[in-house]
Every structure is written in C-alpha cells, then in structure tokens.
C-alpha cells in the first residue's frame, strides 16, 4: 500500500483536532484534541521518513513526544488551577477579559 | 548519515546559551535547598548575575570579531543577528527582572502561587467575582487545601512572602529566547519555542491581585499557543517531507530545484509561519494578545510583551532570510495582506480601548505590522532596520508597564483610562515618563520610536513596497491618535476625587523605568552607534 495515503490519514486527524479546538467547550478536551495533532504531526513526520528514506523524522517523533508530555504537565497545571477556584472547566466560563 | 561522528561544540560561541540554562537548573536547586527567609535574595541575585554574565559572554564574542560558526552539528548559528538579538533580549531582562522582584510596589511582590495564602481582601473579591457560579466561598476557599507552606504567617500579619520560582521560570524563558533566534533549524527552534513558552504560560498565572484574571490569561494563553505551535510543528512535517531535512539552509537549496510538489514547500511555509506570527502576536493571530496582557502580572507582561517579540521576530526573519530567501517572491504577497491587518488591526482596536494595558497591547499588534514591513524586506537594510526597532521597542514597552505598575487603586492596579485622569498633576515625574514613551510609540522624533519606523520605512521603500509604506503611515497617524488621547487625559482632565495613588517605586523599579526611558531617548538622540553595529550583520547560511 502507498505510503500516501498514510499523509492523508495524518491531514485527516489534524484537521479533526483543529476542528475540535474551535468546537469543544471544556479546556481539557481542548486540550486532547491538540494533542491529537500534535500525534497526527508524528505520523506525517514518520510517513515521509519512509518515504524519503531517511531516519530524521523518526527521531523528531521522539522529541515532539518528550515536547508534548512537558506540554501536558503545564497545561494540566494549569487547568486545575483555574477549576479550584472557578469550580468548572468550562472555557465559555473564563469570560473576564474581552474586548 | 556519516557514522557515529560526535558534533564538535563551540563552547565560546554557545556560552551565553550555556550560562543562562545552567543558571536555571541552579535556580531550581536553590528554590529546593534554601530556607524561605534567604530564598528570594539568593535567587534575585542569581538572576542578575547570570543575565550580566551571559551579556558579558555575549560582548566578548560580538568584539572579539569570531567567524560566525555553526555549531551542534548545525542546530545553532552564532552569527551578527544572533549575537545583535541575544545582547538586545538580555539586556532586555535586565529591567524586566528587577520588575519582577520588585516589592516596593507591591508588598511581598507580585506572585503567588497557593489560593489559601491569599489575605483576606482577596480572597472577599474572589467571592464577589466568582459569585454564584463557584457555588459560594467555601468551596473555592477549601479547596487549595493541603500543602502548608512554612513560612505562611497568618492573616492580617505580615503579607506572604511572593513566589521565587518566577526567577528559575523566567531564566528558563531566557534560555529558550536565546536558543529560538539562533536556531539554524526548524526542530531546535520548535523546542525553544516550547522551552520559551511553557514557563511563560504558568508566569502568566502567578498573580497576587486579580488572580481570576491572571488564571484566564494563563489558560487562554495555554491553549492558544499551543495550538499555534501545533500548526507550527505541521509546518515542519511538510517541510521535512518536501526537503528531507529541517536544516533551514537545506531547505533553501531544495527549494531552489526540487522535484518534489511546490505545495508541500508552501503549505509547510504557511503553517510554519503561523506559529511564528502568533509567537510574534502579529496581525490576525493576536487575539490572544490583549487578554493575555491584561491579564498577566504587569511585570511578567513587561518580560513577555518585550522579549517574546524580540525572540519571535529573530526566529522569522532567520526563517525568513536563510531558508526562504530564494522564494520571497511568491510567498511575499500573502504576508502583504498579514503586515496591513496587523497594523490596521492594531491602530483602529487601539482607539476602542479602556483600559491601559489592553491599549498597549494593541498597539503591541500595530508594531508588529510595522516590524513585519522590516522583516519582509529580505535585505541588509530590512535586516539592520528591523533589529534596531526590536531594541528601541522593547526598552519603551519594558519602562511603559514598569510605570503602568505604579498607578495603584484599593484593589491593586487601576489601569483603566479614567483613573488615569489628572495624573499629571498628582505624580508629575511619572505623567512626563509616561508622556515621553507614548511620544516614542508614536513615533515622534528624538525618541528611539522615530528612528526605529524611520529605518523600517526606508527599508521597505528601498525594497518596493511602497504601498505598504503609505499604509503604514497612516496608521501610524491613527495610533498617535490613541497615544495622544492618553497624555491629553492627563495633563488636561480633572483627576478623580476617589483617584488611585501613585507608588513611590522602590529602587528596582526605578532603575528598571530609568534605564528604559534614557535607552529610549539615547537612541532617539544618537541612533547612529547601534544602527552602526546593526548595519553589515548577515546570516550564516
């Protein structure tokens, strides 16, 4: 099987991601579907590893991961913090500052 | 692939990276070995000396005149930019850290990490604002529970004693600005992004006063950002795809004769550089910029609003020069359209503001537009022009927030426009302050403001753009307007019975608001020194 469609399957669960960002409303499912492109990223950079031949985007998989698990630890932090005082993690909530 | 080769390093040229990272990981051990009472100063003095010496080690390698080395096997390029951008972000952090450690303003400084620590006025605003919704105090009171910290003195006393992580955090900050406007390719510069934004993602949310605010700010801040580096590391997928390597010179050479699809190259560029933009709050990917601002602590929002566009326009205009210099006429059009949103964006939002903060903030996006006029012309001139301006612009913003710092109400800063009525007969001294920066942001001659848009302009002339020149004058034309507004409501308004106080600042501060105002003015009087060590700065590559 051609390894392209393995870049359209990767567009796909980006786009899904993206998509799921604008739409959902709590921050922690925001912030899977951000990591869900930060995965759908991984699988491109793989995919043209294979295909160009060449190990460097199999190694930066393991430093966008590495990016991502510190990325968690912050945004998690941070998410809890503003439900202990807020009691919700509603992002339609957060609404002090606009304008 | 050439065997198990190690990378030679360049320590000399890699030490002020070096110096500034190290010192964080001390930082860390200092936060966990010292005692409470001693921590703050320790670290305070850590700071400032491992910023002195960074910008020491940054002095000697820009005057020893070294060949510009690419060193890590290619992952940092110390050349003339990197150099010029590294002495401007730390000399940057000069002022802005004796912001952050400033207790004169506020007692026990700015930061505060544990909601139970709170005073009792605090926390009575926290039930006002939170109200229904958190379903009553109690809740929002209990629920930080745990984790009794030693030295919390009880109410009423003493206030608490402010964070000092916000020193390991904002070295570590540091470190990632430096690595991101050197790094020579697009995996390096992805994790400096990353090691540049997740400290200040939790910096935003450390607040004493308005801690609501300060924790929206941080998450808005949070989700946004990392959704723009995610578009950011899609853009590199692509890019890797098209040219089998992030190296940002092999990049250049493949797009120079490919056989791959331009799309790729395009789509990567496009993804990439809207990670960059929002970094750099440019245009239409600043809406996270005036909310973050606001919300943030006015000293953290001194560092950020200063440094991140430094860091930010050094990453896009290496990007920019090195891997797609040879294609500037086909993408350049597209960030046309960018450049004159940002600046209109920024001009006509800015004049709707009231409050102090946000107007900065938008007039931040305006002169984002202005510097990305600098950054599309690839040539010396844009190069010089922009590196100047970021200068100029980031010691204006850093004294700016330190003296919006000062005007306090009961409930910490009043920064909006009403309070500031009349300031000019209250606290002279820091209404011609604020006067004279306004002036600069405005871009009025004999301050660094003129020189700086002076120099982007000429740039952007010499370089066929002159449209964008014209645009760029009228909404410099419409920002005065909303600078203006300001000194006006100073000098020339009634100030409020109930008007808020003016600090007297302690000496961090006052350092911090004198070393920006005299930069500014220096470089508004005598431009022709840095101009001249900006001028004849080329990449590597």
């Known amino acids: 099987m051609s390894p392209t469609i393995y870049l359209l399957l990767s567009a796909l669960l980006f786009a899904i991601g993206a998509v799921g960002v604008l739409v959902r409303r709590n921050a922690i499912v925001v912030f899977m579907c951000i990591e869900l492109m930060l ?9 043209f590893s294979r295909i160009n031949g060449s190990l460097g985007g199999q190694i930066m998989a393991f430093f966008v991961m590495v ?18 005082t807020r009691r919700t993690t509603s992002v339609d909530d957060a609404n002090l500052l606009k304008y | 692939m050439t065997g198990q080769a190690f990378p030679s390093v360049d320590y000399g040229a890699l030490a002020p990276v070096l110096i500034v990272l190290g010192g964080a990981c001390v930082s860390v051990l200092l936060e966990a070995l010292l005692p409470l009472r001693v921590r703050g100063r320790a670290q305070l003095g850590l ?35 990197a150099l010029f951008l590294w002495g401007t972000l730390l000399a940057l952090a000069v002022p802005s850290v004796l912001l952050l450690a400033d207790r004169s303003v506020e007692p026990g400084g700015a930061f505060l990490a544990d909601p139970v620590a709170l005073g009792e006025a605090e926390a009575a605003e926290q039930r006002v604002a939170v109200g229904a919704r958190a379903g009553g105090s109690s809740s929002a009171r209990s629920s930080g529970g745990g984790g009794g910290r030693p030295g919390r003195s009880s109410r009423g006393q003493a206030p608490v004693e402010s964070q000092s992580e916000i020193y390991a955090l904002v070295l570590f900050a540091l470190g990632g600005m430096l690595v991101f406007c050197a790094a020579d390719d697009l995996l390096t510069m992805f994790v400096a992004l990353e090691v540049l934004s997740l400290p ?17 700010s941080a998450v808005k801040y949070f ?7 995610a578009f950011f590391l899609y853009g590199l997928a692509l890019l890797y795809g098209y040219a089998d390597s992030v190296k940002l010179s092999d990049i250049s050479l493949a797009a120079a004769g490919s056989l791959r699809p331009d799309s790729l190259l395009f789509g990567g560029l496009a993804l990439l550089v809207v990670g960059l933009l929002f970094k750099a709050s440019v245009g239409p990917f600043h809406t996270w910029t005036p909310d973050v601002y606001q919300g943030a602590p006015t000293s953290v929002t001194a560092f950020m609003a200063a440094c991140t566009k430094v860091a930010a326009f050094g990453a896009i205009l290496r990007v920019f020069t090195v891997a797609f210099g040879s294609t500037v006429w086909e993408w350049r059009g597209v960030l046309w359209v960018v450049a004159i949103a940002s600046m209109v964006i920024g001009a006509v939002l800015g004049l709707t503001q009231t409050d102090v903060k946000r107007m ?34 980031g010691f204006t913003t850093v004294a700016l927030f330190g003296l919006v710092s000062l005007v306090r109400g009961p409930d910490g800063e009043a920064t909006h426009l009403s309070a500031w009525a009349g300031l000019g007969k209250r606290a002279p001294v820091v209404a011609a302050a604020v006067t004279f920066l306004m002036l600069a942001l405005a871009g009025i001659p004999l301050t ?10 000429a740039a952007a002339l010499a370089d066929g753009m002159a449209p964008l020149v014209i645009v760029a004058l009228v909404v410099s034309a419409v920002a005065a307007f909303f600078y203006l507004r300001l000194i006006v409501l100073m000098y020339f308004s009634e100030p409020a019975a109930d008007g808020p106080t003016v600090s007297v600042p302690g000496p961090f501060t006052t350092v911090a608001i004198t070393l920006g105002v005299v930069v500014t003015l220096l470089l508004g009087i005598v431009p022709t020194a840095v101009l001249g060590w900006a001028d004849g700065l080329s990449f590597l590559g």
């Open chain 2, 360 to 393: 900065i903030a938008y007039s931040s996006v305006a002169h984002a537009g202005f510097l990305l006029l600098g950054a599309m012309a690839i040539t010396p001139q844009g190069l010089s022009a922009t590196l100047f301006y970021l200068l100029a612009y």
């Open chain 2, 200 to 216: 200040l993602y939790l910096l935003c949310g450390l607040a004493r006063r308005r801690r609501l605010m300060s924790q929206e």
């Open chain 2, 47 to 81: 700071t400032l000396t491992v910023v002195a010496a960074a910008l020491v080690a940054v002095i000697v390698r820009a005057t020893s005149g070294a060949a510009p080395v690419s060193t890590l096997a290619g992952a940092l390029a110390v050349d003339g930019p």
């Open chain 2, 223 to 229: 989700l946004l950002g990392a959704f723009s580096s």
């Open chain 1, 39 to 47: 995965n759908a990223v991984n699988l491109t950079l793989v995919t």
């Open chain 1, 67 to 84: 990016v991502a698990a510190a990325e968690v630890v912050v945004g998690l932090s941070i998410i809890m913090a503003i439900f202990r």
């Open chain 2, 448 to 457: 660094s403001g003129f020189t700086a848009k002076f120099a982007v302009f």
